[in-house]
């Protein structure tokens, strides 16, 4: 099974920053893309950015472009999503998870053998 487990999450003002980090729980074999996602309360889990580890392509979606990114990780088995100029929207729980990595790229789809971890809160407000 592939799974990670999030940290790094808070509570801090509009405009502040967080740095999430994805970190390997066992064997990350297979593991060539992380994806982050997150969901708010009452809402359903959407899409927030993802990597292939193995090309540094990497893609945000639109509520998070410019804002987010990806820092170079220390340690082999580490992804870090670095938060910037947070928005009281972006007010979730934070998960990554092993994604489906395609030519390169990386994608939305989870891999069937990955597994949610418990996520880490993100909370953005004054």
């Known amino acids: 099974q592939l799974q990670f487990a999030e940290s790094g999450g808070g509570l801090v003002q509009p405009g502040g920053s967080l740095r999430l980090s994805c970190a390997a729980s066992?064997?990350?074999?297979?593991?060539?893309?992380i994806g982050w996602f997150r969901q708010a309360p009452g809402k359903g889990r959407e899409e927030v950015a993802c990597?292939?580890?193995?090309?540094?392509?990497?893609n945000f979606a639109y509520p998070v472009k410019g804002r987010f990114t990806f820092v170079g990780d220390d340690a082999e088995n580490t992804v870090f999503l670095q938060m910037n100029n947070l928005k009281p929207e972006d007010t979730a729980v934070y998960y990554c998870?092993?994604?489906?990595?395609?030519?390169?790229?990386?994608?939305?789809?989870?891999?069937?053998?990955?597994?949610w971890g418990q996520g880490t809160q993100v909370t953005v407000s004054t």
């Open positions: 998870v092993a994604v489906v990595a395609s030519d390169g790229f990386c994608t939305y789809r989870k891999k069937a053998t990955a597994e």
């Open positions: 990597i292939n580890v193995r090309t540094n392509f990497a």
């Open positions: 066992g064997s990350t074999l297979g593991a060539s893309a």
